[in-house]
């Protein structure tokens, strides 16, 4: 499967952004989806995971109630909807497929398949 990532861009402390990831090459709802990040100079970190259906998610529990995953699984999307934005989320934010697992996980050895990125920017 190939992972288009979307949507980044540059923002004020306490805005919003919403992610996008179009996927191809591949049934999407066969995949655990994951969103990762990578701060500057840091390693990449897990953000949000969703599950194959979209019932079940994951998330660290720095952006727990400022950020949502989902997915349509007949647009092959997946999104992450950013709210109150700090200068500590930014990044640049990866989507990620994992085809093995049947529930969100945060292992990143798990997936398998990448997107490009897209770099997130919040100005304090």
């Known amino acids: 499967v190939q992972l288009q990532a979307s949507g980044g861009g540059l923002v004020q402390a306490g805005g919003s952004l919403r992610l996008s990831c179009a996927a191809s090459?591949?049934?999407?709802?066969?995949?655990?989806m994951g969103w990762f990040r990578q701060p500057p100079g840091k390693e990449r970190e897990f953000v949000a995971a969703?599950?194959?259906?979209?019932?079940?998610?994951w998330y660290t529990d720095p952006v727990k109630a400022r950020f949502t995953i989902s997915r349509d699984n007949a647009k092959n999307t997946l999104y992450l909807q950013m709210n109150m934005l700090k200068p500590e989320d930014t990044a640049v934010y990866y989507c990620?497929?994992?085809?093995?697992?049947?529930?969100?996980?945060?292992?990143?050895?798990?997936?398998?398949?990448w997107g490009q990125g897209t770099q997130v920017t919040v100005s304090s």
């Open positions: 969703i599950g194959r259906s979209g019932g079940s998610v």
């Open positions: 990620a497929a994992d085809p093995l697992s049947h529930i969100p996980t945060n292992l990143i050895t798990l997936y398998d398949y």
């Open positions: 090459g591949g049934t999407f709802s066969n995949y655990v």
